[in-house]
Structures are given as C-alpha cells and as structure tokens.
C-alpha cells in the first residue's frame, strides 16, 4: 500500500503558512478559494506566491478524492 501521507515529505517545514501570511489569512482559518484563484492568476503578488498559490489549488482538488 503507498503511503498516504506522501505530500507531507514533499513539502518543507519552513515554508509552512507563507502562502497564509502573504495572503493575510488569519492562523487557523480557510483560505478563501476566491483569494487562490486570484493569487494564482498572478494578480498583485510575487511568482513564488503564485506558485504556492496554485499548489494549494491542486492539493485542495486531492483532498476530495
């Protein structure tokens, strides 16, 4: 069986809640989808943000499954 937590390896410690802190969100709060969508579209934030922005959409799409 694969080990289901494999994101959790992928993804680094340190940058753990820098998408959440550049975007403004409050620590324990959903990051609104609307907010993604547009940090993702490359709207007023960095390319990294972007980039962050659109692994979080992917991610939330593998979550449903």
Known sequence: MKDKK???KAIKPSTKGALRKTLGTK???DIPVSKLKKA???KGV???TEKRAELALTLRKLKKK
């Open 6 to 8: 494999w994101i959790q």
């Open 46 to 48: 960095s390319k990294l």
């Open 27 to 29: 620590a324990g709060k």
């Open 40 to 42: 993702a579209a490359g």
